[in-house]
């Protein structure tokens, strides 16, 4: 139990110096700002955090509502999924209390069950590693909807009249 708790407090500490960022494009797009802290992924636009309504808002219409939609069911389930997992292994190294009576003798024992502390585990890492996924998930959203918007603002050509006749007038 000391190793496995020791484990996690290790696993916490060292996640936020592997987290990952990304920095902010030019001011001239309305760009999103992906910030990693820990466990957690927010997305920003001009310096205030946005909530998932506002981001569901600001998607719509998008190529980035699809991996949001798919982040949000996966982060509600993930805690759900880890600590069901922990309870499991809890349960499988508390074991059963059992006694045995050997050449007149009585031990008492505990029984511990492997398949349920190996099924705990694998429970408490599903978990861990659907919240990363939804964690994933929304930063891809974010640079979706970037890459969207740097798409739209990127050219604009425009066919009509000019100052000297018909041409084409290109914006960059």
Known sequence: ???LL???LLISLAIPALSQGSGDLP???DTVAVHRNGLTTAIYSKGEKLSYRELKGLYYDTPASAPLKWSRPMRIAA?????GGIALGVVALKGTATTAVIEGKTYNYTVRSKPKLAAGLVLLAGGLCLFEWSNDLLAKSARLYNWDQIRKAGMKAQVGVTEDGVGL???F
Not at 79 to 83: G, I, K, L, Q
């Open 1 to 3: 139990m000391k190793f």
């Open 6 to 8: 020791s484990t996690i």
């Open 27 to 29: 001011s001239i797009i």
């Open 79 to 83: 805690p759900v999924v880890a600590a």
């Open 169 to 171: 007038v290109v914006k």
